[in-house]
């Protein structure tokens, strides 16, 4: 299996988890683009939105914004970006389905 994403749920190559359950995990991203930049993912290797043709994939993506709702209470964030680049003409660099999440500032509780 080549892809990082699937690694990164095996736990074959590290990340800063800020969140994990049974089918989801969400971390930092590598390369942060604002002070708080987590990528959410199914565990099940799902490439891209806009090609997504079956119910359970449509599923496993509608529940990202759940997990983006829980971690946004979790680090109390004041406002948001969230994004999904789909297909690499679009931004896509990484051929498992991602989430951004993207706050400006994170406050502490
Ligand atoms: P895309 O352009 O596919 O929507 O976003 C891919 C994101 O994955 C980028 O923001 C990039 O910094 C991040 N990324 C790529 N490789 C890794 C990695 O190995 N670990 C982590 N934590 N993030 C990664
Ligand atoms: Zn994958």
């Avoid at 565990?43 to 599923?59: A, C, P, R, Y």
Wanted: glycine letters at 4%; proline letters at 4%; one cysteine or more.
């Amino acid at each position: 299996m080549e892809c990082i994403f699937c690694k990164i749920v095996n736990g074959e190559i590290p990340a800063e988890k800020v969140y994990e359950d049974d089918s989801y995990i969400a971390f930092n991203d590598i390369n942060p683009k604002t002070p708080v930049h987590i990528l959410i993912i199914p565990k099940k290797h799902i490439k891209m939105f806009h090609s997504v043709d079956n119910e359970e994939d449509k599923n496993l993506i509608k529940g990202m914004y759940d997990i983006a709702w829980h971690i946004i209470q979790l680090k109390n964030l004041k406002g948001c970006n969230l994004l999904i680049n789909s297909g690499s003409d679009h931004g896509q660099e990484v051929f498992h389905i991602h989430l951004h999440l993207m706050s400006k500032y994170e406050v502490d509780k």
